[in-house]
């Protein structure tokens, strides 16, 4: 099993509408947590960190439950310039606590 | 403006060859990492430092060698290119604690023929 697994897509909504993309990961010691978003053919930038108690930056909602091991990333009133593929990214204590990537989860917003 | 820069930024080599890949970071950070990302694996760990003279392996670290002579620069050198290691290589820094944000450079393309 892959430490970190989310859901590839792709996602193909309208503009204006609410998505959500899922992630697990199979390290309870993982202590840090994270979204990034890689446009194609460029580099991973940091979207938002992930906190226990959930947060909140402008239309976007992060969601951690560490019972479950389970994170989320919403996406309110999506934008045609949303159209990215977001990366899960877990720390792993495997690798001298450094990040472990997910596959990553393509979404395109259509006009 | 602080930055990471990666070079070359697409390189066409041979099987049996040897390749260096050069990334410099004027962050003044002291965590640096190397990956490669391909299709269907995402983003896996090669080799990562935590300071001048500290080299670490990742996941996928076989074939791959990194030195760290100073802060700014991690080179990655592959001591003998294989088909399999046709992928796009990203280097990373982060400042502060190893968990903290990691900042990217742009990719190197490398093909191995």
């Known amino acids: 099993r892959k430490e970190v697994e989310q859901d590839p897509g792709p996602f193909n909504v309208p503009e204006g509408a609410t998505v959500a993309f899922n992630c697990t990961y199979s390290n309870s010691a993982s202590q840090s947590f994270f979204w990034y978003r890689q446009d194609c053919r460029k580099e991973p930038k940091l979207l938002m960190s992930?906190?226990?108690s959930g947060n909140e930056d402008g239309r976007f909602t992060a969601q951690l439950n560490r019972a479950s091991q389970y994170i989320s990333l919403l996406i309110r009133d999506s934008k045609l310039s949303d159209s990215a593929t977001y990366l899960c990214?877990?720390?792993?204590?495997?690798?001298?606590?450094?990040?472990?990537f997910g596959p990553g989860t393509r979404l395109s917003v259509l006009p | 403006d602080a930055e990471i820069t990666q070079s070359p930024r697409h390189k066409i080599t041979e099987t049996g060859r040897q390749v260096t890949l050069a990334c410099h970071q004027t962050?003044?950070?002291?965590?640096m990492f190397w990956y490669r990302q391909d299709l269907g694996h995402g983003l896996r760990l090669i080799h990562y430092?935590?300071?001048?003279?500290?080299?670490n392996k990742g996941e996928v670290s076989d074939g791959y060698s990194v030195s760290r002579s100073n802060t700014e620069d991690l080179p990655l050198t592959l001591e003998s290119a294989a088909s399999s290691q046709t992928s796009v290589y990203f280097c990373a820094s982060s400042g502060g604690a190893r968990n903290n944000e990691q900042f990217f450079g742009p990719g190197t393309r490398l093909t191995v023929l």
């Open positions: 990214v877990v720390n792993s204590p495997n690798y001298g606590q450094n990040f472990v």
């Open positions: 962050w003044n950070h002291n965590n």
């Open positions: 992930v906190y226990s």
């Open positions: 430092s935590y300071g001048v003279q500290d080299t």
